[in-house]
């Protein structure tokens, strides 16, 4: 080993030579050893009794996170022991009350006194991801002492009738392929998991490992593909790139164009590494999600919809497609559970609160999910403008304007896309102002003018045509 290797230390050493940070590598290789994990599971521990198999998901959660976070891991270990005092002591919305206010105000804490001016990997990242698996458990076994008939359907299919053990806690919470970056998957489907529901079965009905080798192979394949190609745009552009004095400089056709390719290059840093985690839980065969036409699904713990993401036309195409699970879980015990305020903009607001809070407290975190509602209300309303008006309809429904349409929606996503995600990835004021200059403001010209200025005058102008017309 050379001496540079040496200072470095030979987990610092290969970091280097993959040009990433180390808490970069040793992430990327604990969601990786998901599959080899996955693998000893299958040859030995998918028909052992529901003990030893949670014992097993523990060990090798822990060992991976140690190996991640070290000793920053007893936080979690803390809000898991926590959380089980209080299902066992608790009930109702006393418990639920408790789980969620002790959880998110440890999460805040460790925010304070961990966060840095940039994106940090640290304790905090799995410790967010066991936040919301926590604060769903307690969820689930506060439905499971209510009425069906209050439940939404939702809430149904996950509701826990018995709390669930201490030793099942920490299975679900330390799942291996899960543990680090997510996906989110309920205690429900943890426990059909390990109950073998979702294994195969043999000629003679002996029990097989989830016949899930081939899913799991082709999700990997993706994974590694969007990793890839994640690198090649990193030869175009960085984050450095859109607050660079030169990228200012660029006309504004080239300067939209790379904001754009910059937003693909954010988002498949994402995408490639959820793939890469729901190929290893599609080879452990928690991801099982029924049968179609004969057929079995593994896309139940998906946290990426591809096609919907990579044909967006809209920003809620967007919504659906992009972390989905984390969507899945917000919508599920966040928005439906304000359903009493009678008020869906109320709600909203308060989803999108909650995903700026659990973020973290960088200002960037705030502005981006208040972008999010005003560009969603912008579509909204565009979208109720157009089917009011006959001429308006007619006009986007003509068989040669539609195509073009489609053509000019796919680059309004692709590049504003990019401009929505600038205060997520440069989080300080100072940085994503100067972003937003370099970008010519051009997402302030397109959203926040249109309750101001667009909308009142495109409405005056067809009353007015409207008039004339009749």
Not at 36 to 51: C, G, M, S, T, W
Not at 307 to 334: G, K, L, R
């Amino acid at each position: 080993m050379t001496e540079e290797a040496a200072s470095l230390g030979l987990v610092g050493y290969l970091a280097q030579t993959v040009g990433v940070t180390e808490p970069a590598f040793r992430l990327i290789v604990g969601v990786l050893l998901g599959y080899p994990l996955a693998q000893i599971y299958r040859k030995y521990i998918y028909n052992q009794d529901e003990q030893k198999q949670c014992l097993y998901f523990i060990l090798s959660g822990l060992s991976i996170g140690f190996w991640n976070f070290g000793l920053g891991l007893l936080h979690c270990l803390l809000s898991i022991f926590v959380t089980y005092a209080a299902i066992s002591c608790l009930s109702g919305l006393a418990m639920v009350s408790v789980v969620f206010g002790f959880n998110f105000a440890y999460l805040l804490v460790g925010y304070i006194y961990s966060s840095t001016d940039s994106y940090d990997i640290t304790w905090t990242m799995p410790y967010c991801v066991l936040v919301l698996r926590l604060i769903g458990v307690t969820y689930d076994v506060y439905d499971g002492a209510r009425p069906k008939e209050k439940l939404s359907s939702d809430a149904l299919k996950s509701a826990l009738k018995e709390p669930p053990t201490l030793l099942q806690i920490l299975g679900h919470s330390f799942f291996p392929s899960a543990f680090l970056v997510g996906p989110q998957f309920s205690m429900r489907r943890f426990l059909d998991f390990i109950k073998g529901d979702f294994h195969s079965k043999g000629p003679n009905g002996e029990i097989l490992p989830p016949a899930s080798t081939s899913a799991a192979l082709k999700r990997m394949t993706l994974g590694i593909f969007y990793m890839a190609f994640f690198q090649f745009l990193s030869f175009f552009v960085s984050d450095d790139t859109i607050i660079s004095d030169d990228f200012a400089q660029l006309n504004i056709f080239k300067r939209q164009f790379l904001l754009g390719v910059w937003g693909r290059f954010t988002l498949y840093k994402y995408i490639s590494v959820w793939l890469l985690t729901e190929g290893a839980c599609i080879l452990f065969g928690i991801s099982y999600n029924g049968e179609e036409n004969g057929v079995a699904k593994w896309n139940g713990v998906s946290n990426i919809k591809l096609w919907i993401f990579e044909s967006s036309t809209e920003f809620n195409h967007y919504i659906m497609s992009f972390n989905a699970n984390t969507n899945q879980w917000v919508a599920q015990h966040i928005y439906k559970r304000l359903k009493f305020l009678n008020n869906k903009y109320i709600s909203q607001g308060g989803v999108l609160l909650f995903l700026a809070v659990w973020h973290g407290l960088h200002s960037g975190y705030y502005v981006v999910f208040l972008h999010e509602f005003v560009v969603m209300y912008v579509e909204r309303d565009f979208q109720s403008f157009v089917k009011s008006n006959k001429a308006v309809s007619a006009f986007f429904a003509n068989p040669l304007v539609k195509p073009v349409c489609k053509v000019l929606l796919h680059m309004y996503t692709f590049v504003f896309m990019g401009w929505s995600l600038l205060p997520l990835v440069y989080l300080q004021f100072p940085r994503y102002w100067r972003a937003y200059s370099n970008c010519g403001y051009s997402g302030f010209i397109l959203w926040y003018l249109w309750p101001l200025l667009y909308a009142p005058l495109l409405r005056k102008i067809f009353k007015k045509s409207h008039q004339s017309q009749s």
